[in-house]
């Protein structure tokens, strides 16, 4: 054989670092085993009720880990350093986060214990509560409790139920549109976490409202809280911070929130687990819907003897795949088609050959806006020069099932009286300007690159599709305004209009013209490393392009589109523009 599958060497998953946790006289130990035999715990308690965005506070004092244990001394943050009270009412909330030996932040956690000493472990909500898919009427609250317990979401004198387990994810119905709801997360003993949500206003009702846009959020230099374990904790909580005091309705994340590449399911869950913790003091309160990029790839490798390995998506799809698990991570809308099973390249109709689109592919929408999400990594190889023989998916490329879901859903909405504008997000650029002009939906102009599935070719090539795609968004709606993109850590405003050149010299397929302008908004910039700009055909078409970390943010009055771009870090304007008068 020249190639042999390659088991994953990492053994840093979510569940080992969680640890094992338990009480003792002192306050709590957790053990990682041979996990992470060295390093540093910072602890502190976490005031439920004196902060809307409650997070720790750490002690003065650090504990070691040695030989894979770590013991934290609830009992000597008493007298003036009890600001929870647990002396008194027997109960509290630790905060902690991880540091291995090297310096680096593994993973922020926290755990409910219970005594005055001896302690012991009381369920804990590990993750969330989240706000998800909010409606006029209804939307989602998700969370996770460790070790399983029941629990139950208090809303309005009504109370949801969840059984016995991890994970959580209620549906809240019968609510009032433009509502503002306080509610409550109970779970375990009654432990009681208190929070609030704004429901959407009716379909059409063309109030004022903002949303932001942003991604590539994974870990970036300078250390510290850049590189929390895959994820730039700094930037997106400072990224999270201005759009709550923006007042945005919800937030559109289109990829790459971590690093990824990974071919550990369990070191992906980490890496995601990271990301969440950072944007979770808001999401408490307003929806983010994420959407996949490349660095989402999780795969299974194999090795040869001599020379590079390959990768491929991981399977079995329905339980291991990038898609499988970015779904069970998230909570977005299930409005999407199912797979690209049924395609004509489908090597057998009646199993199941391809990932699902649950959760990655999918459409909202928001008073007169709507937001189409794609997924431009679906199916995704890696390695793309070993494409033609081993299959895959290519970075940058929407496969038949999806694009033809997509024209059906912009037909759609293009036809419901309530929608003024139409988004459409996906990771990767139409038209690249800096860092990934080598590939995205151009390769230097390379018609030839497309997926290969079962041995063969799709038909169309990524530019093909491409124009395929601008077809739909330009010439055949009105209301599509812009693409929001990623991938290229910067941002930028390119205005694809009929006279900007979209072809190399050389292409010999057949060309389209547009017939007007939409503006492709590249925003990047959520901590990840930066790309400066490179040249382009449509480098004159190019407008604000920069560095600096931003947060785009879309403020829609009844017919009129205007945006703003902030820096997070500094706060400083940007850039602006009036999408639609």
């Known amino acids: ?91 509290g909330l630790l905060g902690y986060r991880i540091m291995d030996e090297q310096g680096r932040l593994i993973y922020d956690g926290r755990v409910n214990f219970s005594g005055r000493g001896p302690f012991s472990i009381a369920p804990t909500l590990i993750e969330g509560p989240v706000v998800d898919q909010i409606e006029p009427d209804q939307l989602v609250i998700s969370f996770q409790t460790l070790p399983p317990a029941p629990a139950a979401v208090h809303v309005d004198g009504r109370v949801f139920e969840s059984e016995l387990g991890i994970f959580h994810e209620i549906k809240i119905d019968g609510l009032g549109a433009n509502q503002s709801y306080d509610y409550a997360v109970v779970y375990g003993d009654d432990t009681t976490q208190n929070y609030s949500f704004l429901t959407a206003p009716r379909a059409g009702s063309r109030s004022d409202f903002t949303f932001a846009y942003a991604s590539d959020s994974r870990s970036g230099q300078g250390g510290g ?73 999780l795969t299974r490798k194999f090795d040869r003897k001599t020379g590079r390995s390959i990768a491929v998506d991981r399977f079995p799809y329905a339980t291991e ?35 699902s689109y649950e959760e990655n592919v999918f459409f909202y929408t928001y008073d007169n806006v709507a937001m189409v999400v794609l997924n431009s990594d679906y199916f995704y190889s890696p390695t793309t020069s070993y494409i033609p023989w081993m299959g895959g998916g290519v970075h940058g490329y929407i496969m038949d099932r999806q694009m033809e879901w997509f024209e059906e859903t912009m037909n759609s909405l293009e036809a419901e009286d309530e929608i003024d504008h139409i988004f459409v997000s ?5 038209f690249p300007n800096g860092g990934h002009v080598h590939d995205d939906m151009w390769y230097h102009g390379n018609n030839d690159i497309r997926p290969f599935v079962n041995g063969e070719p799709l038909r169309k090539g990524i530019i093909e599709r491409r124009d395929e795609l601008l077809e739909v968004i330009v010439n055949q709606s009105e209301k599509a305004l812009a693409i929001l993109t990623g991938d290229e850590h910067n941002f930028a405003v390119t205005r694809v209009s009929p006279d900007m050149p979209r072809y190399p010299e050389s292409y ?53 589109v205007t945006m703003e771009v902030l820096n997070p870090d500094t706060l400083e304007e940007i850039y602006s523009l009036r999408l639609r008068e």
């Open 225 to 297: 809280e850049r590189d929390v374990y895959g994820a730039n904790f700094y930037i997106m909580k400072k990224i999270m911070a201005l759009a709550m005091q923006q007042k945005v309705a919800f937030m559109q994340f289109s990829g790459d929130l971590i690093n990824g590449y990974s071919d550990s399911p369990g070191e992906t869950e980490l890496q995601y687990a990271n990301w969440k913790r950072a944007v979770e003091p808001f999401t408490h309160y307003l929806p983010i819907y994420e959407a996949m990029g490349n660095h989402e790839a």
């Open 321 to 355: 795949s990038a898609e499988a698990v970015f779904a069970r991570n998230f909570s977005n809308p299930t409005n999407g088609l199912k797979s690209e099973d049924g395609a004509a390249y489908d090597p057998n109709p009646d199993a199941e050959d391809f990932p």
């Open 1 to 91: 054989k020249l190639y042999e599958k390659k088991s994953s060497t990492n053994r840093l998953t979510l569940a080992a670092i969680q640890g094992n946790v338990r009480g003792t006289k002192k306050g709590v130990i957790f053990d990682f085993g041979d996990v992470l035999p060295r390093g540093t715990m910072y602890y502190g308690f976490i005031a439920k009720g004196d902060s809307k965005h409650p997070q720790p506070v750490f002690f003065k004092k650090t504990a070691k880990i040695r030989e894979g244990k770590v013991e934290i001394p609830i009992a000597e943050m008493k007298g003036k350093y009890d600001m929870i009270g647990w002396e008194e009412a027997g109960k």
């Open 426 to 430: 996906l990771h990767t650029p139409f």
């Open 508 to 560: 010999a397929e057949e060309t389209i013209e547009l017939g007007r302008t939409v503006f492709q908004i590249n925003n990047g910039a959520a901590g990840a490393p930066y790309y400066s700009q490179e040249q382009t055909p449509w480098s004159d078409w190019v407008e604000g392009f920069t560095t600096q970390n931003a947060l785009v943010l879309i403020h829609v009055s009844g017919d009129s």
